[in-house]
């Protein structure tokens, strides 16, 4: 049984910087393509990141790129969100998401294709 597992979440002013993990278990995730997504008060969910598990380049969302940086430690099966210089507008639940395949690079920002959702962790930055 896949299990995701948010942390890191908290306040934090205008600015200033926080990493979010996903601890993932119950698979051999090497074929997954793992996501991070988040959801404002009123708005629909919204795709952040994306990568797959065994490699490759990063996706991100145009309001987030050059600010967010995704990885993977394997050793640890843990997904992380390292979120620099954030704004009010980052504000929001951020979910852990993975998507068993087969996906392409393309697809990575279709949140009706990946499987598994954390349970989310909130992320709220003051102004």
């Known amino acids: 049984q896949v299990q995701l597992v948010e942390s890191g979440g908290g306040l934090v002013q205008a600015g200033g910087s926080l990493r979010l993990s996903c601890a993932a278990s119950?698979?051999?995730?090497?074929?997954?393509?793992m996501g991070w997504f988040r959801q404002a008060p009123g708005k629909e969910r919204e795709f952040v990141a994306a990568?797959?598990?065994?490699?490759?380049?990063?996706a991100y969302a145009d309001s987030v790129k050059d600010r967010f940086t995704f990885s993977i430690d394997n050793a640890k099966n843990t997904v992380y969100l390292q979120m620099n210089s954030l704004k009010p507008e980052d504000t929001a639940v951020y979910y852990c998401?993975?998507?068993?395949?087969?996906?392409?690079?393309?697809?990575?920002?279709?949140?009706?294709?990946?499987?598994?959702w954390g349970q989310g962790t909130q992320v709220t930055v003051s102004s």
């Open positions: 998401a993975a998507d068993r395949g087969p996906s392409y690079s393309g697809t990575y920002n279709q949140r009706g294709l990946y499987d598994y």
């Open positions: 119950g698979r051999t995730f090497t074929n997954y393509v």
């Open positions: 990568r797959r598990w065994s490699g490759g380049s990063s």
